[in-house]
């Protein structure tokens, strides 16, 4: 599986933002899908993952009620839908594809990274 993450840019706080990450090949559904970020000097954080039918998302406390994540099976594409954004959401994004849905926040339980986006809030 490749992935491919873009829609980052330079927003200011209070904008929103929508990511989408782009998947290879024909097993999409089989993935729980993830996003991770990752600040300068910071280790990678996880940020939100979903199942893989969509019916059950996951969000770091530090984003919930502010960040959607969504998925389209048929277009092999997960998405994450960011308002009310702080200085404090500047990282760049990863996504990542993985088969342990009970792990879901552990980055070693994914299996497949995109190359990330870069997502920078003004204050």
């Known amino acids: 599986v490749q992935l491919q993450a873009y829609g980052g840019g330079l927003v200011q706080a209070g904008d929103s933002l929508k990511l989408s990450c782009a998947a290879s090949?024909?097993?999409?559904?089989?993935?729980?899908m993830g996003w991770f970020r990752q600040a300068p000097g910071k280790e990678r954080d996880f940020v939100a993952a979903i199942s893989r039918n969509g019916a059950n998302a996951y969000y770091a406390d530090s984003v919930k009620g502010r960040f959607t994540i969504s998925r389209v099976n048929a277009r092999n594409t997960v998405y994450l839908q960011m308002n009310s954004l702080k200085p404090e959401d500047t990282a760049v994004y990863y996504c990542?594809?993985?088969?342990?849905?009970?792990?879901?926040?552990?980055?070693?339980?994914?299996?497949?990274w995109g190359q990330g986006t870069q997502v920078t809030v003004s204050s």
């Open positions: 990542a594809a993985g088969q342990d849905g009970t792990r879901y926040r552990q980055m070693n339980s994914y299996d497949y």
């Open positions: 090949g024909r097993t999409f559904n089989s993935y729980v």
